[in-house]
């Protein structure tokens, strides 16, 4: 299982009771905080993620492998969020903006004929 949340997840009671709660439902958790960005996902945030392994199913290796297994997903850089925006100038972009401004546009014909 895997839950994401924020950095700030990792600390003080929240973090305690998951810990607590999830070896008592008999796992084993593990947490990392990764950048978004160094996953090449178009943001660039950090949050913290919690895996959790059924204790049965698993080996005491299992983190060390799941720490080695999260470095190898990084990129050597960030993803620049530029390679997933699209120019104004793309046809596609230009499209959306069209239907949105007619939207709006009969949008506040009906409001004035209303009226």
Same mark, same amino acid.
């Given at each position: 299982? &895997?839950?994401?949340?924020v /950095? ?5 009671q929240f973090? #305690?009771k ?5 070896? !008592?439902?008999? $796992?084993?958790?593990?947490?990392? /905080?990764l950048?978004? !960005?160094?996953?090449?996902?178009p943001?660039?945030r950090?949050?913290? $993620?919690? &895996?959790?392994?059924?204790? #049965? ?7 060390d492998r799941?720490y #080695?297994? &999260? #470095?190898q ?5 960030p ?13 596609? &972009?230009?499209?959306?903006?069209? *239907?949105?401004? *007619?939207k $709006?546009?009969?949008m ?6 209303k009226?």
């Amino acid at each position: 299982m &895997v839950i994401e949340n924020v /950095v700030a997840a990792l600390k003080g009671q929240f973090f #305690e009771k998951l810990i607590k709660d999830m070896k !008592a439902a008999g $796992y084993k958790i593990a947490a990392q /905080v990764l950048n978004s !960005a160094t996953c090449g996902l178009p943001q660039d945030r950090d949050r913290a $993620y919690f &895996v959790c392994m059924l204790a #049965e199913l698993t080996d005491d290796s299992w983190e060390d492998r799941f720490y #080695e297994t &999260v #470095e190898q997903l990084k990129l050597p850089e960030p993803m620049p969020l530029r390679r997933f925006v699209l120019r104004d100038s793309h046809p596609y &972009v230009g499209t959306i903006i069209a *239907e949105k401004q *007619e939207k $709006y546009a009969k949008m506040i014909r009906n409001t004035i004929l209303k009226r």
